[in-house]
């Protein structure tokens, strides 16, 4: 079975999906699943009351199984209570479509554990609160940084131009990367800023930067720069996936 | 039918050429290697397609190899000279951005020990000589770059590369599948040792492909048999599929440069549009040095493969280097070679123009294009600023 050989329900949610969109409220809780690196990207919003699910939302970056497995959840899961709605598997929610192509059954699988992870948030908000631990990680030298210095990796821009046309990185030391990183827009149409945080502080200069065409990357952070003579590659860690990818860049501008 | 933008996949048989082949398979049905008069007829057309299509790139007709098609060819070219040049040197250099067939043989090659460096492209696609020369060394035999990208349709400074080579003494194998029927190709002006094309790139028949091979260029065949083509690929000749391929290259010769100017129109109309209407939207590839009938976006908070659906819907072929449309759920390894990330790679949309298009297949797409963009954002949690 071809990858795009969807039966006509799966096609029937993929035109027409039930319940988009997002909910607001104390009582509303977010689940999230997915990686933009593998592919998908799931996020259910779900209102419960009385231990019912009264109402639910989704959104989804991914392909027309994942936007048809989301849609489907939604139904299946609306009016069940919280413990029957999280017993809900991947392997249902693929009955339920007639069917999916062997090679889509991960992104039913999403659908089911974005649930889940919206759900068990949920029963958490009813539980007792337990501390959050955050990441403690001391940061360590980055893997090739100072084979590459002036060959590729730079602390500092003299000369912009000198970038024309390059592929840049710029890691977030504070406020100087993010105005090396605006600047460089000007020289080049592909700068990357790679951050470990979460979201960018309220400052002008990060504001500046989110509507420069610079592509952020939030909670990444480079693991090692790598290339034969000079850099080609930069490899990322994605905190929040724990994941990791290689990346082709020109240049990566550490100031110091 | 509805409306085909994907060329690059796929090509009809132009009904020219269908004509051409049908004597081929009752009338003039023979064997090029029986010695009466039903094999001679079979043996004039042979050697009449290998004469025209050694022409047609520059070549001489006895450097014109038959095989079953584009991957035959790129196995017969890359393993068959690493095979028989492995005393010279073990080392073999590719693009990143080389079309899946050989990134494969040149796994197959490791395994059986030689040593393959990829050269990374530049942000448009472009191999540069700076990049290629770091990874060349004494033990280097063989570069194999494509002369121009299948996906995003950048276009190679083949001839460049191709003196680089000859100056080292290093053979230079091309796949010029992507370029065929719509650049000219020269293998003396380009210098190139070895090049891959298509039957049905040129709107032929599928089921044939020809390996170009310079006089004095030693390989090994892989198909051992009977001896055809002077030994390099065994089997009996497909006599119909090669009087097609020759009414096919007879065709382009005539109606190429009309044919590329129409398709230019097209392409340059879409991405100005596209561009011009739709944020957040990027052109991948090449701005100027690109295949005239190529066009390839990346969309913002969108995934491909509902894109392709979408379009599916209206009855329009199109196609997308997103993951979650390919066999092995991996996003385009020529997208990711550009420095896209993941999420970017999966957005991707490629549209290729061919001969039977019409300016009013150019407007549908440019109609349905804005909607769909619109409503799959709507629906994308990575898309949320804008909407």
Redesign the interface.
């Known amino acids: 079975m071809k990858s795009t050989q969807y039966s006509d329900k799966v096609l029937d949610h993929f035109k027409n999906p039930r319940n988009v969109g997002t909910l607001k409220g104390d009582d509303v809780s977010v689940g999230r699943v997915g990686n933009p690196v593998c592919g998908d990207l799931m996020e259910f919003y779900v209102k419960v009351k009385d231990d019912r699910i009264e109402d639910i939302k989704f959104k989804t970056f991914g392909c027309g199984s994942a936007i048809a497995t989301a849609s489907m959840i939604t139904e299946l899961a609306k009016g069940k209570t919280v413990e029957e709605a999280i017993r809900i598997t991947r392997q249902d929610v693929a009955n339920e479509l007639d069917g999916l192509p062997p090679i889509k059954m991960h992104c039913s699988n999403l659908a089911a554990d974005a649930l889940r992870d919206a759900l068990t948030k949920h029963q958490k908000k009813q539980g007792p609160t337990k501390e959050q631990t955050t990441d403690s990680t001391v940061p360590g030298e980055i893997k090739g940084l100072s084979d590459f210095l002036n060959k590729g990796v730079f602390t500092e821009v003299a000369n912009f131009s000198d970038f024309a046309n390059k592929r840049s990185m710029v890691i977030d030391k504070g406020e100087r990367s993010m105005e090396i990183a605006i600047e460089l827009t000007k020289q080049t149409p592909r700068v990357i800023f790679a951050t470990k945080m979460k979201q960018l502080p309220a400052t002008e200069i990060a504001d500046k930067l989110k509507k420069s065409p610079v592509r952020v990357l939030y909670e990444s952070e480079v693991l090692e720069i790598s290339g034969l003579n000079t850099v080609e590659k930069v490899i990322i860690h994605d905190l929040n996936e724990d994941e990791k990818y290689e990346l082709f860049v020109d240049s990566v501008i550490v100031p110091a | 039918m509805g409306i085909y933008l994907d060329y690059q996949s796929s090509k009809p048989v132009d009904r020219r050429v269908i004509d051409a082949m049908l004597p081929y398979f009752d009338e003039k049905f023979g064997n090029p290697s029986s010695l009466h008069h039903v094999g001679d007829v079979a043996t004039e057309i042979l050697e009449a397609s290998r004469k025209t299509i050694g022409s047609f790139v520059g070549g001489k007709s006895d450097e014109i190899v038959f095989t079953s098609g584009a991957t035959e060819s790129n196995n017969l070219a890359i393993t068959g000279y690493a095979m028989r040049n492995k005393n010279r040197g073990n080392h073999i250099v590719i693009a990143?951005i080389e079309h899946i067939s050989i990134h494969n043989i040149a796994k197959y090659l490791e395994k059986n020990g030689f040593v393959v460096s990829k050269i990374?492209v530049?942000?448009f696609g472009l191999v540069t000589l700076e990049?290629l020369a770091?990874?060349v060394n004494e033990k280097t035999i063989l570069v194999s770059v494509g002369y121009a990208n299948n996906e995003i349709g950048t276009i190679q400074n083949v001839a460049q590369i191709g003196a680089f080579c000859r100056e080292r003494n290093i053979a230079f194998h091309t796949d010029a599948v992507a370029a065929e029927g719509l650049l000219l190709l020269d293998v003396e002006k380009d210098k190139i040792d070895l090049m891959t094309l298509s039957s049905n790139d040129l709107y032929g028949p599928k089921g044939l492909g020809v390996l170009y091979v310079r006089n004095g260029i030693r390989i090994n065949p892989l198909t051992i048999g009977g001896g055809q083509e002077r030994g390099l690929r065994s089997g009996t000749e497909n006599i119909p599929a090669i009087a097609g391929m020759e009414k096919a290259v007879e065709i382009i010769q005539k109606e190429m440069p009309e044919e590329t100017r129409r398709f230019q129109k097209f392409r340059d109309r879409v991405i100005k549009e596209v561009l011009g209407s739709i944020p957040k939207c990027?052109l991948n590839g090449h701005p100027t040095s690109r295949l005239p009938n190529n066009v390839h976006f990346r969309f913002d908070?969108?995934?491909g493969?509902?894109l392709?659906?979408s379009f599916?819907?209206k009855n329009i072929a199109v196609s997308t280097g997103?993951?979650?449309?390919?066999?092995t759920?991996e996003?385009s390894h020529t997208l990711?070679?550009?420095?896209l990330?993941?999420?970017e790679a999966?957005g991707s949309l490629e549209v290729t123009f061919g001969r039977f298009n019409e300016d009013s297949d150019v407007d549908a797409f440019l109609d349905t294009l804005p909607a769909i963009v619109k409503r799959l954002r709507?629906?994308?949690?990575?898309?949320k600023e804008e909407v």
């Open positions: 990143e990374p530049d942000q990049k770091e990874r990027y908070g969108i995934e493969e509902s392709l659906l599916k819907e997103s993951a979650c449309s390919s066999k759920l996003p990711i070679a550009l420095g990330l993941h999420e999966h709507k629906l994308s949690p990575l898309y």
